[in-house]
């Protein structure tokens, strides 16, 4: 079994419950995630079966889309409501000046990670740090915020509420751009809810529930992508009968069309992926060098 499976995840479960739950149902193989999602989080959690984890590096498109809730007054520790929560004010916060500040977090920012988070000091987790009670300074990463949709601002039970759009680059925080928000307009702010909406090609309205994929394991089979679903960006190349074997053993083919270091996807004649392979030249001229080969095919 090889291919994605688009999950709907659910809140209160980390990326890696996801993979534990479907273990039971799934034969023998590597089974991994693209992207983590917070145990608040929601929706797309792709997740790769058997030979579909070793193409993980080549997925191009790596666009995310957020629906966020955000709310006002309010600061956490862990920069969402899961924290310890200080409340900073109440008075709320205009329309306008909620835009400005959204407007400014557009474009190429850049993002200090949250201690509470995966990504590594020293060869530790952030969250593993912090749960000792040590802070670090993590160094700033860049990442792309493509746009902030600003849907609806409601009043619940107090606390003005801000409910966003946010398309943005793989990396990218939600809960650190709505705590930076809160630090642009005064009053402070942390992440209330997240719904990932889209990871690549993988989006919420074609994924599967996880509960009900585990009440219908049979359905498993039915709902997993073709591992070559999320490479359509990257040209093909079918390969003749006598090619197989050399790129089977990791050898190139000679290709004189191909572009100079461009990725192509190697197809037998019965439209099995073999392999990625990567232009290069040599002294016989333009040939495709397996990078990651496939041996036998996927199906």
């Known amino acids: ?24 149902f799934l034969p023998p193989t590597r089974i991994g995630h693209l992207g983590t999602l917070d145990p608040i ?3 797309v959690l792709p997740i790769a079966v058997g ?9 191009r498109d790596n666009t995310k889309e957020y629906l966020a809730e955000m709310v006002l007054g309010g600061i956490s520790d862990t920069q969402d409501k899961t924290g310890r929560i200080t409340t900073v004010t109440r008075e709320p916060v205009s329309e306008t000046a909620i835009a400005k500040a959204l407007k400014g977090m557009v474009g190429e920012i850049e993002q200090i990670p949250p201690m509470y988070s995966a990504v590594r ?30 849907l ?10 801000v409910r966003l759009k946010i398309g943005c680059s793989s990396g990218t925080y939600v809960r650190t751009i709505c705590h930076d928000v809160g630090q642009t307009l005064g009053c402070g702010a942390y992440l209330n809810s997240l719904t990932r909406l889209r ?9 599967c529930g996880l509960d009900a994929l585990i009440e219908h394991p049979g359905e498993i089979s039915t709902r997993l992508l073709p591992p070559d679903f999320p490479l359509q960006d990257i040209p093909v190349a079918v390969l003749e009968p006598q090619q197989v074997w050399s790129v089977a053993n990791g050898s190139p083919v000679l290709w004189p069309g191909a572009e100079d270091n461009e990725l192509y ?5 019965s439209g099995n992926l073999l392999a990625i392979a990567r232009c290069r030249a040599n002294e016989k001229g333009r040939v495709l060098q397996p990078e990651k080969v496939l041996t036998g095919g996927l199906k």
């Open 121 to 150: 000091h020293r060869g530790r987790r952030l969250y593993e740090l912090a749960r000792e009670g040590m802070t670090v300074h993590a160094k700033p990463r860049t990442v792309t915020v493509y746009y902030i949709e600003l």
């Open 1 to 24: 079994m090889n291919g994605f499976l688009n999950i709907d995840k659910p809140s209160g479960i980390t990326s890696y419950d996801v993979i534990r739950r479907l273990k039971p």
């Open 265 to 269: 996807r190697l197809y037998d004649q």
């Open 51 to 59: 030979y579909a984890t070793r193409l993980i590096g080549y997925i």
């Open 152 to 161: 609806e601002i409601v009043q619940e039970n107090g606390r003005q509420m």
């Open 41 to 43: 989080a929601t929706g």
């Open 199 to 207: 990871s690549g090609p993988f989006r919420i309205d074609e994924a």
